[in-house]
Each structure stands twice: as C-alpha cells, then as structure tokens.
T-cell receptor, first 112, second 114 residues
C-alpha cells in the first residue's frame, strides 16, 4: 500500500530535550515536505526537499532541522524544542510531475 | 504574499443538503488550487486539483470551481452524508513558488447531522 508514515504519532517532551520525528514514504517520491498545523493558521511549510541531499526552507523553518540522506526518509529534528513548537506536524511527499501530495497521519507534539 | 481564506470556519448541515465551501486567495497568479479533506488522526487526503487554465473539476458528488480573476474557488458537495463530516482545506500553488510549495487556508469544519 502506498503510504507516508510518521513516528511517533504522539509525543510529550520538555523544553530543550532534542527530538526527531521520522517520516518515510514507499512511493519512490522525489519531493518531501514538512508542515505544521496550528488552530486558525492552516498548514505552514517548515522545510522541503526536492531530492536526496537537496533541502530548502519553507515559511517557518526557525528551530527546525532536516536531512535527506535517503530518498524514502525525511526526518524532522528539533534540537532544542520550545513550547511554541507545540503543534500538529505533517509530512508529505509527491513524485515526478504529479501535483498531488500524499500526507502522513500527523504527529501531535506537546512541549512543556 | 499569498493569503488564503476559508469562510465559514465551521458549518453544520442536515443530511441530504448540498454543501458549499468557499476559498478565497489574494494573489491571482496561481499555478493550481487543491481541495483536501482532513479527518482526525488520518492526515490529509487530496480531493480535487484544478489547474489555473481550468474552470472546474468534478469527482462523483464533488465539484470544484475556480475563478482566478476574482480570487475564488468553491467546493460543492451534493447530497451530503454523515460520512462527509470532516475539515476541508484549500491550498494554492503560486506561479512564483517552487515545485510543490502550497499555501493553505485554515479550513472549514463540516458536520453533517443524520
């Protein structure tokens, strides 16, 4: 089954404790992206990657890092999480010349 | 800067009634517009994609129209069912944005009552 998976699905952590949210897709897609969703603000893009070793900032990259060492994986790293990073995070991918993006189920993060 | 607005933020209708969801955007230089459905715990699912050269797209009970000049898109869902209860988001890709970069609205939460 074609899908985008994220782990963990739920995470509670404390300020300053480094964490990584993993994202993996099995569709051989070149393009992957991370979004955060906050009430009343819609989804905002954090980082995206056009292919392996090619990443770029989205609209709200501050406080986040990403890497793309393999085509299927695109982890999101919070080096020193803060409470304002409490949010619902989505990973997405798309391939070739397709315009449709496939989204993962989301990771709900609470930073205390 | 592109701003995407969805009004109303929430909508409740009885089963069988037609749904009309609105999306407006400030920059008419768009490449395409997509409508997504979001279910709790399941991420987003793409419903319809309209290219900038198109006026509408249809899939089953869903029909989406696009009027670039007025900066508006409307999603129609005919004969609503309780299973249509979800949050619906629109997203635009501007012609000046990189491949795959989308600007999302905040969504309209729909409840269809039996």
């Amino acid at each position: 089954e074609a899908q985008v998976t994220q782990n963990p699905r739920y995470l509670i952590t404390v300020t300053g404790k480094k964490l990584t949210v993993t994202c993996s897709q099995n569709m051989n897609h070149e393009y992957m992206s991370w979004y955060r969703q906050d009430p009343g603000l819609g989804l905002r893009q954090i980082y995206y990657s056009m292919n392996v070793e090619v990443t770029d900032k989205g609209d709200v990259p501050e406080g986040y890092k990403v890497s793309r060492k393999e085509k299927r994986n695109f982890p999101l790293i919070l080096e020193s999480p803060s409470p304002n990073q409490t949010s619902l995070y989505f990973c997405a991918s798309r391939g070739g010349d397709q315009e449709t993006q496939y989204f993962g189920p989301g990771t709900r993060l609470l930073v205390l | 800067k592109q701003e995407v607005t969805q009004i109303p933020a929430a909508l409740s209708v009885p089963e069988g009634e037609n749904l009309v969801l609105n999306c407006s955007f400030t920059d008419s230089a768009i490449y395409n517009l997509q409508w997504f459905r979001q279910d709790p715990g399941k991420g987003l699912t793409s419903l319809l994609l309209i290219q900038s050269s198109q006026r509408e797209q249809t899939s089953g009970r869903l029909n989406a129209s696009l009027d670039k000049s007025s900066g508006r898109s409307t999603l129609y869902i005919a004969a609503s069912q309780p299973g249509d209860s979800a949050t619906y988001l629109c997203a635009v890709r501007r012609t000046t944005d990189s491949w795959g970069k989308l600007q999302f609205g905040a969504g309209t939460q729909v409840v269809v009552t039996p």
